[in-house]
């Protein structure tokens, strides 16, 4: 049992970065050696999944977080303030003609 929970341990820090094909594969050589069963391979790489997901999500929101916050304070104009602009401006030289 103490070697699967290495494994699992293992498994659980590059998560993030294995797809759920390289997950099944991992599992199904545990369950070929006997480590576990297939309900519990299926339970681990369905949690694994999901928690990966997560992660990911949370990554994803702290980053675009961090970047709404450099765009502040390097006074950066968003794409939807540029277009803005560039349509007044449109407007602006079509009330000059």
Known sequence: ??????????????????TREKA??????MVEKGE?????????IDEAIKKGEEERNEIRKMVQEEILNLKDELSVATKSEIAALEARIRELENKLQ
Do not use: P, V
């Not at 494994?7 to 998560?15: P, R, T, V």
């Open 36 to 44: 576990m069963t297939r309900e519990e391979a299926k339970q681990f």
């Open 1 to 18: 049992m103490n070697s699967i929970f290495k494994k699992a341990l293992y498994f659980g820090i590059g998560a993030m970065s294995m």
């Open 24 to 29: 099944e594969k991992f599992f199904n050589e």
